[in-house]
C-alpha cells in the first residue's frame, strides 16, 4: 500500500502561487504514477495533472490549468509536487494527490487506488 499525505494550501489573491506536495510512504516502487486532481464546491472530482512515477516523466494536464500549473516528482524524497502560478479564484478546491499502478487514466478515477486527504486551496479576487 501507500500512504499520501498532501500540504501546501491556503488562501492566495489571484495572480498569486502556491506550490502543493504529496508526500508518499509505503510500497511506493510499486507505483506507475501520481496524479493530482481537485474538487470545488458543488462539483465532480477532476483531474488536474498526473506524472509517472519512474522512468520518463512523461506529464499530462487538464487544459484549463496548462502553462500555469507544473508537476513535478523527487523520487529521493518521495514526493510529488504542484506548482501553482497566476492562480485564479476558479482554481479553488480541495486538493488531493493519488496513486495508480496500472492502466492509469486522469479520466478515470477508479485506476487510482490511493488517495490522501486533500488540501484546501483558496483564491480570492
Known amino acids: 500500500q501507500v500512504q499520501l499525505v498532501e500540504s501546501g494550501g491556503g488562501l492566495v489573491q489571484a495572480g498569486g502561487s502556491l506550490r502543493l506536495s504529496c508526500a508518499a510512504s509505503g510500497r511506493t516502487f510499486e507505483s506507475y504514477a501520481m496524479g493530482w486532481f481537485r474538487q470545488a464546491p458543488g462539483k465532480e472530482r477532476e483531474f488536474v495533472a498526473t506524472?509517472?512515477?519512474?522512468?520518463?516523466?512523461?506529464?499530462y494536464y487538464v487544459d484549463s490549468v496548462k502553462g500555469r500549473f507544473t508537476i513535478s516528482r523527487d523520487n529521493a524524497k518521495n514526493t510529488v509536487y504542484l506548482q501553482m502560478n497566476s492562480l485564479k479564484p476558479e482554481d479553488t478546491a480541495v486538493y488531493y494527490c493519488?496513486?495508480?499502478?496500472?492502466?492509469?487514466?486522469?479520466?478515470?478515477?477508479?485506476?487510482?487506488?490511493?488517495w490522501g486527504q486533500g488540501t484546501q486551496v483558496t483564491v480570492s479576487s
Open positions: 493519488a496513486a495508480c499502478v496500472a492502466y492509469c487514466s486522469g479520466a478515470n478515477l477508479s485506476t487510482y487506488k490511493n
Open positions: 506524472i509517472n512515477w519512474s522512468g520518463t516523466s512523461t506529464t
